[in-house]
């Protein structure tokens, strides 16, 4: 399905709660003086400008990043990435992912993209041919099996589809399987949005019982974004997570208590 445009949701809780890990994991990642590979199945458009009427239209952003940031330490790389992202585009610019990865990664790392939705991936090759990305219009489960084992083999995979296709909830794990398979040293973060219906549970219960290495699960939970909302709360399913990721799990769900009317996790 091709129907879905991130713009609308840009910036939201789930944004906050994954753009924030993804910055900390490629910090850690880039202290060593090694190269990496990044690499993101369903990249969107890279660059999103929260004025848009897309996303006035919803007001997700107002209640995520508009209210998240200040809870935030200054020196936290997500903050980093998101100064350097306004000096360059405009105090409206938000980066999604792949623009998270770009102004994390280093000269010489290397970073391979695809989005398969015509209009997306056409604003992803835009934003992304200054940073020397390798975009391409493909489907992105096919694609991390393609890319794999990427050259640097170590690295970083973000799988983070937009779940409008309910079969991705049972296709994801054998992905998973087989990626690592491949790429045994390779990080593999798989984003997941937590529903009322709890379409993401079958999925994590098929991952936890694969036994894979270093596997960490982080969730947090954030009031609907408006009346008839089904998303409650965003996780991710971290495979080979890096040392320090449940440290730094910890203070994303001490930003996401601060949120909450209650001040609980």
Known sequence: MLSYQHIYHAGNL????????????LSYLTRKDKPLSYIETHAGRGLYALDAVE???TGEAEAGIGRAEAFFAPDHPYLRVLGEVRARYGAA???????????????????????????????????????????????????ALARTPPDPRRGLMLIDPSYEVKADYAALPPLIGKVHAKWNVGVIVLWYPILASDAHRQMLATLDAMALPKALRHEVAFPPARDGHGMTGS????????????EETGKITSVFARLRPDGRP
């Open 14 to 25: 789930a944004d906050v709660h994954k753009h924030a890990l993804l910055a900390a994991l």
């Open 55 to 57: 996303a006035k239209k």
């Open 93 to 143: 610019a938000y980066p999604g992912s792949p623009l998270v990865a770009a102004l994390s990664l280093r000269p010489g790392d290397r970073m391979h993209l695809a989005d398969l939705h015509p209009q997306e991936f056409a604003a992803l090759s835009a934003t992304m041919a200054p940073y020397g990305a390798d975009c391409r219009q493909e489907d992105g489960m096919h694609f």
């Open 235 to 246: 996780g991710v399913f971290v495979v080979n997570a890096p040392f320090g990721t449940e």
